[in-house]
Nanobody, 129 residues
Framework: QVRLVESGGGLVQAGGSLRLSCTASITSRIIGTIDAMGWYRQAPGKQRELVATISIGGITNHADSVKGRFTISRDNAKNTVYLEMNSLKPEDTARYYC????????????????????WGQGTQVTVSS
């Protein structure tokens, strides 16, 4: 089972910044590579929405609502994805979830790829006016 652990959330005033981190690991196995990692967010009463994604090669996509303010990046050697959030607005308030897709891992013999994506438990970001 792949485990994703997010950190970096908190309470910040409008205009402030936060940096989220998410590290992937797998029980009794070693992760080789992760094809894509991303950040999603969900506010109360709202659907979960895409914030940003990044491929293993560093190709990024950011939602229009965060372009120019948020930047996604990753460290493949650490199986970690980051989200640098600047100029935060109250509308950014949500629980932010890390996602990993195409996780390749070794079972001691062959390199295998997960057939489904994985989610972290999320980290809360609250932006005050």
């Amino acid at each position: 089972q792949v485990r994703l652990v997010e950190s970096g959330g908190g309470l910040v005033q409008a205009g402030g910044s936060l940096r989220l981190s998410c590290t992937a690991s797998i029980t009794s196995r070693i992760i080789g590579t992760i094809d894509a990692m991303g950040w999603y967010r969900q506010a109360p009463g709202k659907q979960r929405e895409l914030v940003a994604t990044i491929s293993i090669g560093g190709i990024t996509n950011h939602a229009d609502s965060v372009k120019g303010r948020f930047t996604i990046s990753r460290d493949n050697a650490k199986n970690t994805v980051y989200l640098e959030m600047n100029s935060l607005k109250p509308e950014d308030t949500a629980r932010y979830y890390c996602n990993a897709d195409g996780v390749k891992y070794t079972n001691g013999f062959d390199l295998r790829t997960s057939t489904s994506g994985f989610w972290g438990q999320g980290t809360q970001v609250t932006v005050s006016s």
